[in-house]
């Protein structure tokens, strides 16, 4: 059945429905754009979406100190996000953990997991996968949020723990209806390999409700890389939401959404591929305002809920020369319930953010069987399921802005957390044996305080904003962390008993310039880790798959650049340039698993209704590794080389509620690996010593959006 439809995504009758689903498209536009010219527009919501920019995106520049804020409806290049990280990966900073088409594992500064604070609609999806073959990250698409906030650094801490890193939100705005009316958002998308997405986004309501829906369908085949070899990484998935609102007054606000979603995958880089990406989520959201003393109340609950299948047979055949010669499968689900309660004070030359979270994610696990004698296989959903792990979070945080003067600020903030986890794990399993677990029923559980302090002057006579702050997380053990290890530091009963909370204080710098026909930033860094979580993967056979979890102290530092100037009416320019460093102090070693030093250079062209853009992105070599070690996901296999890769762009407005995008990525044909990356799988032909899972190379894609 998998197999059928996948091979659906290349089928005449499905070339036959992507062309009548984008006439379906034109068709609309034509006739909305004829309504526009004879009646005027009173929909409040439809205002951000007239007049499409005809312009593709290819760099996100920084929007004010450590703070990036995007649209990720807009085009943009390299060919348009399927999930998270594939978006993120194309702002400053950030990079990506490959092991395919999709699904990828978000890296902020060097930093990965729970280092980053990732939330959808002000909620935790968190996966299930001990190897984070679903990453949080893969359950979002991003087209469906209307906006994407980004905070580099321990610099906020009102949304949730342990984002030593940073803090990444998608979400949702309410919707806002002056009278009865709708608005409309939907696109469509096709490409090299297959590829083909639809969105709908829409929304119907009056001043004193609305209901919306957001939909997408997201697919492609196996892509080819620039020597023109096939790289296993097809995938299909979809997701659905609704949204019912109730806002009888302009100060009120209750929220009531729902959403299911579902996946499959397959990687080159894994031994197993991803057969479901169940998504199950709720949410109960409320507003208001102008309280008297308080000027604003929000509070949000949520339940979500990842069932995620992994197995070798559906999306390939297992490979009979390793050590999963026969069919198997591994299911994982996790069940997270949390909410949050704020309060909002603005007083004369103060505003204070102050509230609670909590958060309760339990996990549980079953797999296949299979009998060498018989050849019967009994899967998954036969057999009953194993909790293996309760995590729990509460928090209390305030964050206190102080306006010295009309140019002077100070920002600071304060957390505190209690975090525990329970193991509920009779054993512990590998590949080549099983052992009683020695902390079965065992929970272990810290007080971990967190705060922030930082200071942003305006200078007086130019439009330049400086600022620096410090900031301190501490951050207690993920699930992955916790449990996917299957040893602990030297001396501990296993991972569980053994790795200590990260401890990480760091300080950030930096400058902001804006003027009307130039944008400017730059901003630095440089921290202390105590106790860093650092995995540890021996080489040996007898040992083959075991990983160790311990702790080391480190230090980190780096920064980002970027600028974006406007060279005449017509012509603009932008660039940005990341880098980050990192070192084991406690080996004398790299810190693994850091990105090279990479640059973005952008040149564009618009008038009128249409635009053209090309994106040269330039990336070093890392020589600075420690082979094998690393995290859950990924380690250091070797050095990596540098390469350059060139694209181009044009896009067209036929009218203020429609535009048309197209481009080509990686136009040379360039075969090329990031150094981030998952080695190929041998069941995939890949050598036994396999090198990284190369990029793709040429790649056509064309898009039209349609708003009204």
């Known amino acids: 059945m998998m197999q059928t439809t996948l091979n659906l995504l290349v089928s005449p009758a499905t070339q036959r429905w992507k062309i009548a689903f984008s006439v379906f498209l034109a068709s609309l536009a034509g006739s909305s754009y004829a309504t526009d010219a004879t009646a005027p527009q009173t929909h409040e919501a439809q205002t951000n979406s007239l007049e499409l920019a005809p312009l593709v995106i290819t760099a996100v520049q920084q929007s004010s100190p450590l703070t990036i804020i995007a649209d990720p409806k807009d085009a943009r290049q390299p060919v348009p996000a399927s999930d998270a990280t594939d978006y993120l990966k194309t702002i400053p900073g950030f990079s990506a953990i490959r092991s395919g088409g999709t699904n990828g594992d978000a890296v902020l500064r060097g930093m990965f997991g729970s280092r980053i604070n990732l939330l959808s609609n002000g909620g ?4 299930a996968c001990p190897n984070r073959m679903d990453a949080p990250s893969s359950y979002i698409a991003p087209e469906t949020f209307d906006k994407l906030t980004v905070i580099k650094g321990p610099q906020s801490v009102i949304w949730g723990p342990g984002a030593s890193a940073g803090t990444v939100l998608f979400d949702r705005e309410p919707e806002q209806f002056s009278e009865a009316g709708t608005r409309v958002h939907a696109s469509a998308l096709g490409g090299s390999n297959g590829r083909f997405d639809k969105l709908l986004d829409a929304a119907i309501g009056n001043p004193q409700g609305y209901m919306r829906f957001s939909g997408n369908q997201a697919q492609s085949d196996d892509y080819e890389d620039g020597n023109g070899d096939t790289v296993p990484s097809r995938y299909s998935k979809w997701n659905g939401d609704v949204a019912l609102g109730w806002t009888p007054d302009d100060d009120t606000l209750l929220e009531l959404s729902a959403g299911k979603g579902d996946a499959e995958a397959r990687y080159g880089g894994r031994g197993m591929d991803g057969s479901k990406f169940a998504r199950e989520s709720l949410g109960l959201r409320f507003e208001r305002t102008n309280l008297g003393a308080i000027d604003k109340l929000e509070a949000r609950l949520y339940y979500n809920y990842a069932d995620h299948v992994m197995d070798n047979f559906r999306l390939r055949t297992p490979d009979p020369s390793s050590m999963m010669p026969m069919p198997m499968a591994a299911e994982v689900d996790r069940r997270t319930i949390g909410g949050r309660v704020a309060m909002t004070f603005n007083w004369e030359s103060l505003d204070l953010v102050t509230g609670v979270d909590a958060m309760r994610s339990e996990h549980r696990a079953r797999s296949s069987t299979y009998d060498m004698m018989s050849g019967v296989y009994r899967d998954t959903d036969e057999f009953a399921w194993d909790k293996d792990a309760v995590m729990r979070n509460y928090g209390l945080f305030g964050e206190l802005t102080w306006y010295q003067s009309t140019r002077n600020r100070i920002i600071a903030g304060a957390r505190l957390d209690r975090a525990s986890a329970k193991d509920y794990r009779s054993d512990i399993s590998s590949m080549m044996m099983s052992r009683p677990n020695p902390t079965a029923g065992q929970t272990r559980s810290d007080t971990l305080p967190s705060g922030f302090i930082r200071y942003e002057q305006d200078l007086e006579d130019s439009p330049t904003t400086l600022y620096a702050g410090i900031g301190h997380v501490q951050r207690f053990p993920d699930y992955w962390e916790l449990f996917s290890a299957k040893t602990g530091p030297a001396g501990a009963l296993n991972a569980f008993d053994g790795i200590r909370p990260e401890k990480t204080t760091q300080l950030d710098v930096g400058v902001q310039y804006q003027q009307q026909n130039l944008q400017a930033w730059a901003s630095a860094y440089a921290g202390q880790i105590r106790d860093y979580i650092l995995f540890n993967y021996s080489t040996s056979m007898m040992s083959m798959n075991s990983s160790q979890a311990n702790n080391v102290d480190a230090r980190i530092m780096g920064g980002e650049l970027g600028l974006a100037y406007d060279l005449n009416s017509h012509w603009n320019t932008d660039a940005t340039l990341a880098y980050a460093w990192g070192k084991n102090s406690s080996d004398g070693q790299p810190l693994p698993q850091m990105p090279p030093l990479e640059a973005r250079l952008g040149l564009g062209y618009e008038q009128n209704n249409w635009s053209a853009g090309a994106l040269w992105r330039v990336v070093a070599e890392q020589n600075r590794i420690d082979e094998g070690k690393g995290n859950v996901v990924g380690q250091d296999m070797d050095k990596s080389a540098g390469f350059g890769v060139f694209s181009l762009n044009g896009a067209y407005r036929l009218n203020e509620n429609l535009k048309f995008s197209a481009g080509v ?30 990029e793709p190379g040429r790649t056509l894609w064309a898009k039209i959006d349609l708003d009204f």
């Not at 935790?124 to 996966?127: A, Y």
């Not at 080695?679 to 990284?692: E, L, R, T, V």
């Open 124 to 127: 935790q999806m968190i996966g």
């Open 665 to 694: 990525d990686n136009l040379f044909d360039k075969a090329y690996a990031e150094h981030l990356n998952l080695a190929g799988n041998a069941a995939f032909g890949f050598p036994a010593d396999s090198i990284a899972i190369n």
